[in-house]
């Protein structure tokens, strides 16, 4: 008895040490990425860009971009794989890939109190509460938000999330200067900030009520083919209940309710009698009712009558009235939100070369700030209010940060890692982001008559040229590029880049 116990133990700790591999490895291949940023920053040494390879796979981006009529700018078939998965694993992405739920279980790991209070009040709750339905109402607000814009989608979803904020924590150490971007970078990492807050009152509390890519893949996740088997020995001390942090497992510990369960395998080792184990079946809602009944009749001959099973329903969730209305309602509030999101007042900026008409860019844009991470220059930055309330995360280009050229330095990088379309590649010929002028008062040249031309040096368009002694703009050969700017000695620049309608 004593050797099967440690058996048992060892197994579940290699199972769980397994399982932070895999967790591991694919957080580290998802921040791969971002480790040419990093290189250029200690040997100033160029380096590949890569695309993000997590929002490729996103299905929920995928779908916002077909309701937008979005066809042509991102990879089906990765997303509709995963959904595919789901078919079979469930939501074993969201246990085992997710870089979100990764980070989650992290920080779950250190709630030590967690572990203290392990007793009645733990089990009533875990027992008796069930997750929330406001995830797919924030599915069903996205979705039918998707027909206008983006904009939500990228706020809420949690691979662009995690982009987000993995980008947004390099570069502000490594490159990021300006105080708008350290405002955003608060500003956003409020939303990081409360999903890591709310993992230390509830473990996985966001993936269980919040997430609206965890509900997407809820719905298929349903009808798992991968399972999990209780077997006779059973003996519904509830201890699974307990373990499980998605609360998967209702009251009765034989259930399992497949659209929450992500195979996290801490009911396996919670359980004292090794009753519990996962492996391969039919579909998940026709099995769990064989089992129900099966198991349920000779656990009551065995047990005693310890094991009282249910009437047999399929473990899906029945869709009342009011929770069909809500959802409906929450659909309209994602759709009447959107343009009301655009009354509040804004100027136009200095978008990135090749960025889609200002309107529409800002119904195309999901914030993930993978423009922003891949500028050579550092010229591209998130905004914050500079652009109204619509535009708040959006690329700007920040010309006294860094010019924009399009040469073989940067052949078309932005446009190249955007997963959304919203910044399209351009040739040379076609970059004009806005206009230079120069401030007489402050420029050295004309103000004191000192022979400074570093901006008509820097200018590869002739568009800078030097008269009399003093710099002049040709309107006709300015592109915006901003390397006058960059280059100006002047505190604050004395030439700076306006938009191309700034009045």
């Given at each position: 008895?004593?050797?099967?116990?440690?058996?048992?133990?060892?197994?579940?700790?290699?199972?769980?040490?397994?399982?932070?591999?895999?967790?591991?490895?694919?957080?580290?291949?998802?921040?791969?990425?971002?480790?040419?940023?990093?290189?250029?920053?200690?040997?100033?040494?160029?380096?590949?860009?890569?695309?993000?390879?997590?929002?490729?796979?996103?299905?929920?981006?995928?779908?916002?971009?077909?309701?937008?009529?979005?066809?042509?700018?991102?990879?089906?078939?990765?997303?509709?794989?995963?959904?595919?998965?789901?078919?079979?694993?469930?939501?074993?992405?969201?246990?085992?890939?997710?870089?979100?739920?990764?980070?989650?279980?992290?920080?779950?790991?250190?709630?030590?109190?967690?572990?203290?209070?392990?007793?009645?009040?733990?089990?009533?709750?875990?027992?008796?509460?069930?997750?929330?339905?406001?995830?797919?109402?924030?599915?069903?607000?996205?979705?039918?938000?998707?027909?206008?814009?983006?904009?939500?989608?990228?706020?809420?979803?949690?691979?662009?999330?995690?982009?987000?904020?993995?980008?947004?924590?390099?570069?502000?150490?490594?490159?990021?200067?300006?105080?708008?971007?350290?405002?955003?970078?608060?500003?956003?990492?409020?939303?990081?900030?409360?999903?890591?807050?709310?993992?230390?009152?509830?473990?996985?509390?966001?993936?269980?009520?919040?997430?609206?890519?965890?509900?997407?893949?809820?719905?298929?996740?349903?009808?798992?083919?991968?399972?999990?088997e209780v077997s006779t020995a059973c003996s519904s001390c509830g201890e699974c209940v307990r373990a499980c942090p998605m609360r998967a497992i209702p009251r009765e510990p034989h259930n399992t309710d497949y659209s929450d369960c992500t195979f996290c395998l801490?009911?396996?080792?919670?359980?004292?009698?090794?009753?519990?184990?996962?492996?391969?079946?039919?579909?998940?809602?026709?099995?769990?009712?064989?089992?129900?009944?099966?198991?349920?009749?000779?656990?009551?001959?065995?047990?005693?009558?310890?094991?009282?099973?249910?009437?047999?329903?399929?473990?899906?969730?029945?869709?009342?009235?009011?929770?069909?209305?809500?959802?409906?309602?929450?659909?309209?509030?994602?759709?009447?939100?959107?343009?009301?999101?655009?009354?509040?007042?804004?100027?136009?900026?200095?978008?990135?070369?090749?960025?889609?008409?200002?309107?529409?860019?800002?119904?195309?844009?999901?914030?993930?700030?993978?423009?922003?991470?891949?500028?050579?220059?550092?010229?591209?930055?998130?905004?914050?209010?500079?652009?109204?309330?619509?535009?708040?995360?959006?690329?700007?280009?920040?010309?006294?940060?860094?010019?924009?050229?399009?040469?073989?330095?940067?052949?078309?990088?932005?446009?190249?890692?955007?997963?959304?379309?919203?910044?399209?590649?351009?040739?040379?010929?076609?970059?004009?982001?806005?206009?230079?002028?120069?401030?007489?008062?402050?420029?050295?040249?004309?103000?004191?008559?000192?022979?400074?031309?570093?901006?008509?040096?820097?200018?590869?368009?002739?568009?800078?040229?030097?008269?009399?002694?003093?710099?002049?703009?040709?309107?006709?050969?300015?592109?915006?590029?901003?390397?006058?700017?960059?280059?100006?000695?002047?505190?604050?620049?004395?030439?700076?880049?306006?938009?191309?309608?700034?009045?």
């Open positions: 008895m004593t050797s099967r116990l440690t058996e048992r133990k060892t197994r579940n700790r290699l199972d769980k040490i397994a399982r932070k591999l895999v967790q591991t490895g694919f957080l580290l291949l998802f921040l791969y990425p971002f480790a040419p940023v990093i290189y250029k920053h200690f040997t100033q040494e160029t380096a590949p860009t890569f695309s993000s390879w997590l929002l490729l796979w996103d299905p929920l981006l995928l779908f916002g971009q077909v309701l937008k009529r979005d066809w042509q700018v991102m990879v089906i078939g990765a997303p509709l794989v995963l959904l595919a998965t789901s078919f079979v694993f469930g939501r074993g992405f969201c246990g085992w890939v997710c870089p979100l739920g990764t980070v989650l279980d992290l920080v779950s790991s250190l709630a030590f109190w967690r572990k203290v209070k392990k007793g009645k009040l733990t089990t009533r709750r875990n027992i008796t509460r069930r997750n929330l339905w406001l995830r797919y109402y924030l599915l069903a607000m996205i979705i039918a938000g998707s027909f206008l814009s983006l904009h939500f989608l990228g706020l809420l979803d949690p691979l662009v999330i995690f982009s987000r904020t993995a980008t947004s924590l390099v570069l502000n150490i490594f490159s990021l200067q300006n105080p708008g971007s350290r405002m955003y970078l608060s500003f956003f990492s409020l939303i990081f900030i409360a999903i890591v807050g709310l993992e230390f009152w509830q473990p996985r509390f966001w993936c269980r009520s919040l997430c609206p890519l965890g509900a997407l893949i809820s719905l298929v996740s349903r009808w798992s083919v991968f399972n999990r801490e009911c396996a080792g919670s359980c004292p009698q090794d009753g519990i184990s996962f492996k391969f079946g039919t579909l998940a809602g026709k099995r769990w009712q064989k089992k129900e009944v099966n198991a349920g009749s000779s656990l009551i001959e065995r047990r005693k009558g310890k094991y009282i099973p249910s009437e047999g329903k399929l473990p899906v969730a029945n869709v009342s009235r009011r929770q069909l209305l809500n959802g409906v309602a929450a659909g309209v509030v994602g759709w009447a939100v959107i343009p009301l999101n655009r009354l509040a007042p804004h100027r136009t900026l200095i978008r990135p070369p090749g960025a889609l008409p200002e309107d529409e860019f800002l119904m195309t844009c999901i914030l993930c700030q993978e423009c922003v991470r891949v500028c050579p220059t550092g010229g591209l930055k998130p905004t914050f209010m500079e652009g109204g309330l619509a535009g708040i995360g959006t690329p700007q280009l920040l010309p006294r940060q860094g010019g924009c050229s399009i040469n073989p330095s940067c052949p078309n990088l932005c446009a190249k890692v955007c997963p959304v379309g919203a910044i399209l590649p351009i040739s040379k010929d076609q970059l004009k982001v806005g206009l230079a002028r120069v401030d007489h008062s402050l420029c050295l040249a004309w103000d004191q008559g000192v022979k400074c031309l570093v901006c008509v040096e820097a200018c590869l368009n002739n568009a800078a040229q030097a008269y009399q002694g003093r710099v002049t703009v040709n309107p006709k050969n300015c592109t915006g590029c901003g390397r006058c700017e960059s280059g100006c000695p002047v505190v604050g620049s004395a030439i700076r880049v306006y938009p191309l309608d700034y009045l």
